[in-house]
C-alpha cells in the first residue's frame, strides 16, 4: 500500500472515524482505524463494536485532486496516535507507506515516522443491512429530533433498554421516545417518505449523540436503514452503523395525562432563567427541587430555599394561567433540561394536580412534548 | 449596608479576588469575599492565606456613576455562591442590603436573594507594608518575566523552597531564577527604577501564576513593595499580596557553564514543531526523551524511538552549527518549554558535551536564559 494525500482532508476524515474509536475496548484491533487505498480513494473505518463509523474519500473531490495512489492496499494503525501524527506533521501533504510485516512509514517534509500496524484482516466486518427498508430524513431534522429527545435516557445501567430512544414507526409517524422513568421526551414527525410496515427498535442513546456530532446542520438528506440488530445512518461520505438495544421498551403512554386541571403559557427563556436562578440555591441540597407557583395576576412564582445558605423567590408575568391555582416542586434540573430541548420558544405548562405528572409544549411545534414527574413537598 | 451597584462591574472586581479564594481552605472565613462599602466605592477582598487580592470599585468611574451608597458597612458572604447569583441576576443593576444578622438580600429585576453572611469583623487583617522598598515595572514586562520563569519551578514539595521564584535585586540589576535541579530559568533586567539596597525574596509560583492572569498586557506600571514576609503587587485598582517561601534559596550560578564546545543557532519555532513531534513516539514511554545529533552541512537531527510503537526522526537545517559533534539526550517536555519561555524567536543552544547541561537563549534578547540537564543514553 502506499498513497499520498492532503493532510487536511485525511484529518477531516480521521475526525469523523476518531468518534467511534475508544480507548477502553477490550479488543485490541479496535484501538487501530482501518485504512483501506483503491484507485477510488481511502476508506477509514473505526469502531468501538457498539458503533462503526466508515468514511471514504475520494480521490478526486469536486476537481481536485486530495489523493494519489501509487499502489491499493490496507493496514490497520492505532488510532490516537496516527491521529496525532497526522495532526503534527510539517507540510500540507503527508505520504503514507506500508512495508513487510506491517511497517507503516509516515511521511511529510523532513518529518519521517515509522510505526507498526496491525492485520487489516483481522479488522472485525460491517455488519450487512439491506438497503429495502430505508428511509430519508433531512439531516438538521434529526439533528433537532436528537437533541429534543436523547438528553432523557436513563444514564443507569439498571434498566439497559431506557438508556436507549425508542423509534417507532406506525400509521405513517415516526414517534421517539427517551425516558429515566423520572421524566420524558417525546417527538413525533410525519415524514414525507416513511418505509413501508412497521418499525419499533431501541437506538443507544450514546449512538444518538455520536450520530450528531458527525451530521451537520444542512437539509442534506440522511439514509436511515434499520434491521433487528442494526442501525445505519449514512450521509454525504459518512455511514454511522449503531447496535440496537435487546428487550422491550415499557407503553410509556399511560404515563402521559389526557386531562389537565392547569393551563399556563408563558416564554421558555424567561422561564428557564429563573429556575437557573433559583436551583443555586437547591443544588447544594441532595435534591436541587424548586418549586412553582400560580399567583392572581396571571403571575407565577418561582422559589427555593436551602435551610444552611439562604433562599430566593422571583416573580414571572405569564401570557395566561387557565384552571386551578397550582404549587408544585420538581427538579431544577429536569425542568431546564426540557426547556432547554423547547428551544426557548414560548411553551405551555400543563398541570393535573401538585402528585400529576406535568408536560411542556412548545406553542409552535406540536410534535414535541416534554413530561416531568413532580416531587412531593406540599 | 445598603447600595446599589452596575452589574458588569460587580462581576470584573469579583472575578479579580475569585482568584484568590479556594474551596480547599480549612479556615471557614475564607471560603468567603470581604465586601466594605464608603461613600467612595466598594472594596472586595479573597485570600486563601497565602494569597491576598483586593480590588477597589469607585463609585464615580471616567463619569459613570457604577455605585450608588444608601448605607455604608461590610459584610462577608460565601463567595462562589455569590459570584454565581451575581453572574446570573436578570438586570444590569444589582442592589445589596445588609439586615440583622447578617441577612444579606440581593434584589435585582423580579428576583430575590437572601442569604446568610458572615461577621466582616473575623476576616482576617492585611499585612502591613510600607511603601519604602518599593519599585515599579512596567505590567507587560512583569507578565513576561513571570513567563519566562514561573514554568520550570518544582512541583514537589519535597524541597518547598524550589517551588518559588528566586527573585534577586542586586547592583541595580532583577535576577529571577527557577529550578526543579533538572532545569533551570533565569531571566536578568535592567530596571530604570530599582530600589535602594539588596533584596532576595522567594515567591510561590502559584502567586505569580495568579498574579499574570490579573494583570494587564499593558505597559501601565506596577508597584512592588517587599517586607522580608510578604510580596504587594499593585496595579489600577487591583493589589495582589503573596506571603514569601523561608529557606534559602540554592546557589544557582554555578550551574551553569562557562565555556561552550559547540553552539547551534537555528529556528526556534521549527525546533519547537519537530521535538513536539518526536515526542510522540518518547512520551509513550515513562521518561519521554528525544534525541539532537548535528550532522555534516549544518543538519541537526532530532529522532526518538519506542520500541513497542515505532520511530521518528526529522532532519533541521540550522543557521550555523559550531564547535564539536554533538549528541545529546534530553526531556522533550523540558525543551518545549524552554523554546516556548523564548517566543518562537531565533535561539542559540550551546552544549558542553553530552554530559553537560546545555543552555538556551534567544537572539534577540540576551536577558533570558534556559538550561536543561541531559539524559544519559549515547
Not at 439491506?130 to 438528553?151: G, H, N, W, Y
Request: glycine content about 6%.
Amino acid at each position: 500500500m502506499k498513497f499520498e494525500i492532503m493532510r487536511h482532508r485525511l484529518l477531516e476524515g480521521l475526525n469523523d472515524v476518531m468518534k467511534a474509536v475508544s480507548s477502553k475496548t477490550t479488543t485490541p484491533i479496535l484501538t487501530g482505524i482501518k485504512l483501506e487505498v483503491t484507485e477510488d480513494g481511502l476508506r477509514l473505518t473505526g469502531s468501538d463494536s457498539d458503533i462503526t463509523i466508515q468514511t471514504f474519500i475520494k480521490s478526486e473531490e469536486n476537481g481536485d485532486q486530495m489523493i494519489r495512489v501509487i499502489e491499493e492496499g490496507s493496514i490497520v494503525v492505532q488510532a490516537r496516535m496516527f491521529n496525532e501524527i497526522i495532526r503534527k506533521l510539517p507540510t500540507s501533504d503527508v505520504e503514507i507507506e506500508v512495508k513487510e510485516n506491517y511497517h507503516t512509514h509516515i511521511h511529510s517534509g523532513k518529518s519521517e515516522f515509522h510505526i507498526i500496524g496491525l492485520e487489516p484482516s483481522e479488522y472485525p466486518l460491517l455488519p450487512e443491512i439491506q438497503d429495502d427498508r430505508q428511509f430519508i430524513m433531512p439531516a438538521d431534522l434529526l439533528k433537532s429530533i436528537v437533541r429534543e429527545t436523547v438528553f432523557a435516557v436513563s444514564p443507569s445501567e439498571s434498566r439497559p433498554v431506557l438508556t436507549g430512544v425508542h423509534w417507532q414507526v406506525k400509521n405513517g409517524e415516526l414517534v421517539c421516545v427517551a425516558t429515566d422513568s423520572h421524566r420524558l421526551a417525546r417527538r413525533k414527525v410525519i415524514l414525507v417518505q416513511l418505509p413501508e410496515g412497521e418499525y419499533s427498535v431501541v437506538i443507544p442513546g450514546k449512538s444518538l449523540n455520536e450520530l450528531s456530532k458527525i451530521i451537520g446542520d444542512s437539509s442534506e438528506p440522511v439514509y436511515i436503514a434499520m434491521t433487528s440488530q442494526q442501525v445505519l445512518f449514512k450521509t454525504g461520505n459518512v455511514l454511522l452503523y449503531s447496535r440496537l438495544l435487546e428487550g422491550n421498551y415499557p407503553d410509556t403512554s399511560r404515563l402521559i395525562p389526557t386531562e389537565y386541571k392547569t393551563t399556563v403559557s408563558m416564554n421558555g427563556k424567561v422561564l428557564f432563567q429563573a429556575i437557573d436562578r433559583a436551583s443555586l440555591m437547591a443544588r447544594e441540597e441532595r435534591n436541587n427541587i424548586v418549586r412553582l407557583s400560580s399567583i392572581e395576576g396571571n403571575i407565577v412564582e418561582i422559589s427555593s430555599s436551602s435551610p444552611e445558605i439562604g433562599e430566593v423567590e422571583e416573580e414571572i408575568q405569564t401570557t395566561s394561567i387557565e384552571g386551578e391555582e397550582i404549587k408544585i416542586s420538581f427538579s431544577a434540573k429536569y425542568m431546564m433540561d426540557a426547556l432547554r430541548a423547547l428551544d426557548g420558544h414560548d411553551v405551555i405548562v400543563q398541570f393535573t394536580g401538585a402528585m400529576r405528572p406535568f408536560i411542556l409544549n412548545s406553542v409552535h411545534d406540536e410534535g414535541v412534548l416534554q413530561l416531568i414527574v413532580p416531587v412531593r413537598t406540599y
